[in-house]
């Protein structure tokens, strides 16, 4: 028997969901109530904020995501579009990898940890935007969809990757 390949659903605007049932669950299991849920034809994102813990800049809101059907989809540009649509395009947000001792891996669930105040920044990552769809010295990256092509996308070349690596070397970011 053949399997049917699941087709993407197009992105839908999120929706703010009803979070009283879902804290009449949580409630029942002894956890946490959420702040929000959020829907659209893909993801479900549940949304907690947290007070800034001792020494940090500012509170942290956690988006806790996952596709509506359950798969295992890990999207890093679907990521990036929650983030900006849920939070903002100006907050930063770190996907935790942890140490073995304080792993939460239950469900195909993805999760953002996200600065509450807009145009801080972690002191790592990159500095400078750079935004490319194409194939060059044997990297790979998927077109965007037309709606989704930000304005200042460039067409990746092989002298344009080379470019960007020698402004970043030279700026110490590798």
Not at 143 to 150: L, M, N
Request: hydrophobic share 30%.
């Amino acid at each position: 028997m053949a399997k049917h390949k699941w087709r993407r659903p197009d992105w839908t605007p999120f929706e703010k969901g009803d979070v009283a049932e879902l804290n009449a669950r949580l409630a029942e299991l002894g956890a946490e109530p959420e702040d929000e849920v959020w829907l659209n034809s893909i993801y479900q994102v549940n949304v907690k904020r947290y007070p800034a813990p001792p020494g940090w800049p500012c509170d942290i809101i956690h988006l806790s995501i996952k596709t509506r059907t359950k798969r295992a989809l890990h999207d890093w540009r679907d990521m990036q579009r929650i983030k900006n649509e849920i939070v903002g395009p100006e907050h930063e947000a770190v996907e935790l990898y942890p140490k073995e001792s304080r792993l939460v891996d239950t469900s195909n669930q993805y999760h953002l940890w996200v600065m509450a105040e807009e145009g801080l920044i972690y002191p790592f990552g990159f500095a400078d935007r750079c935004v490319q769809e194409g194939n060059a010295m044997n990297t790979k990256q998927r077109p965007f969809r037309d709606d989704e092509r930000p304005p200042d996308c460039e067409k990746k070349t092989t002298e344009g990757i080379l470019k960007t690596a020698k402004e970043m070397k030279e700026q110490g970011q590798l």
